[in-house]
């Protein structure tokens, strides 16, 4: 039995060979500034979920910027058809063992975590004890979905020091009032809509913004219009700040139709952690996603 307080022998795993730990060593924690310092010299941010503390300390020394524990968790991990069901008391739990992760291996990626659905819609004061209550458990930004009236609660939050990511397009939680996994933002309403709230957003403090299979223009378009809110893409095209991928998916192991905006980083990789070494560098260089394959117009 190994002694409790021995750190994981990642490099040794059979999750595959990482980085030698003199590389590791100069690689600068993820900041905020940093995000920014990126998102302003136009370096691409990488992205991916995670759920526990292994995957998220081979996540983190594959060069992972970000690591977000998503209530994605609910259909990855416990079998559920969508985001709704998970848990405040679910998220902080894997919030940490991600948290942990991280720091007993190399404690350079930024974590952000999901606040689950009905954690923040009843008041100002419910979402900021759950944002605390993420905090606390090991996340350095908490994420919420939606636009409208969701400014008023982000201001709120990062007036009170909590970091922020937003999350507009198609958003998990409410996806039954969306009418389904839909693009959002085709029509000229749709987009200006969406426009008004990324922008009301980034000026509630909002300093990253998921955009969840928007058109590929109106993702780019937004991305340039925000100069101080860094947008993460998913399905929304190589324009935005970043990418991001449900780690189920981007290493093939999802359960039934592989979405569009995915592609599977196992096909050709060697282990899980040269998968995701392959991924941020095909998005550093751009190579990931090409609009044409993984998103729509």
Known sequence: MAHPSSAPNISASPYGTLPPAAALAQRKPVSLPRLMEMHARGEKITMLTAYDATFAAIADQAGVDCILVGDSLGMVCQGRHSTVGVTMEEMRYHTACVARGVRRVQ???????????????????????????????????????????????????????????????????????????????????????????????????????????????????????????????????????????????????????????VRNFMQGSESVANAMQTYVQAVKQRQFPIDAEHAWS
């Not at 993420?134 to 919420?144: D, F, I, N, R, T």
């Not at 939680?173 to 389904?180: D, K, P, R, S």
């Not at 449900?246 to 290493?251: A, K, N, T």
Request: overall charge negative; aromatic content about 4%; proline content about 3%.
């Open 107 to 261: 404690g350079t990626a930024w974590v952000v975590a999901d606040l689950p659905f009905g954690s923040y819609q009843q008041s100002h004061e419910q979402a900021l004890g759950n944002a605390v209550i993420l905090m606390e458990a090991g996340a350095h930004m908490v994420k919420l979905e939606g636009g409208g009236w969701t400014a008023e609660t982000v201001h709120f939050l990062t007036q009170r020091g909590i970091p922020v990511c937003g999350h507009l397009g198609l958003t998990p939680q409410t996806v039954h009032a969306l009418g389904g996994y839909r693009v959002q933002g085709r029509s000229d309403d749709a987009a200006q809509t969406l426009r008004e709230h990324a922008q009301a957003l980034a000026d509630a403090g909002a300093q990253l913004l998921v955009l969840e299979m928007v058109p590929v223009a109106l993702a780019a378009s937004l991305t340039q219009a925000l100069q101080s809110c860094a947008t993460i893409g998913i399905g929304a095209g190589v324009g935005t700040a970043g990418q991001v991928l449900v780690l189920h998916d981007m290493l093939g192991m999802n359960i039934g139709k592989m979405p569009k905006f």
